[in-house]
């Protein structure tokens, strides 16, 4: 293996939130908050990335917003990278392996995650199912208020 094989070996193993934090948070208006308890980049309120709270996601993986269109690409192109569970097919968002990616990979998902949820593509109150900032398409469910006793 070369020097370089072995660096980029290196950073790739060495990708965690802290370094998905710190290229999102060089986005114009990203901001951190949390997603069902866990860290998460946001931009205007509505989510970017996150540490997946659900239990199907595989350790050491997040889940970033793209829309459906730009999933299918990228689970085609690399599927050793990207993945979606059953409990994520829904959604538009892809789960990625970060022991898999390098920074410049992740900066550049990360841009296309920004572009998605900043454009209209990503509306805040879809038809359909809402669940917390993700969008879900075809459901006919509606989101449920949570009232506080008085």
Avoid: W
């Avoid at 070996?9 to 998905?20: E, G, L, N």
């Avoid at 829309?67 to 993945?83: H, I, K, Q, S, T």
Wanted: proline letters at 6%.
């Amino acid at each position: 293996m070369s020097s370089k094989e072995s660096r980029l070996q290196m950073s790739k193993s060495t990708i965690d939130f802290d370094t998905v934090r710190k290229i999102g948070l060089a986005l114009p208006g990203v901001e951190e908050g949390t997603a069902y308890g866990f860290p998460a980049l946001k931009v205007a309120g509505k989510l970017l990335a996150c540490v997946p709270a659900n239990r199907s996601a595989e350790p050491g993986s997040i889940v970033v917003r793209v829309g459906f269109d730009d999933r299918a690409e990228l689970l085609a192109a690399a599927p050793d990278v990207y993945y979606v569970t059953d409990h994520y097919v829904d959604y538009s968002a892809v789960l990625v392996r970060l022991p898999r990616v390098n920074p410049e990979v992740l900066r550049d998902l990360l841009g296309m995650a920004y572009k998605f949820v900043t454009s209209n593509a990503a509306p805040s109150s879809p038809s359909g199912y809402v669940h917390g900032s993700f969008s879900r398409r075809g459901g006919s469910r509606k989101r449920v208020r949570r009232c506080r006793r008085v």
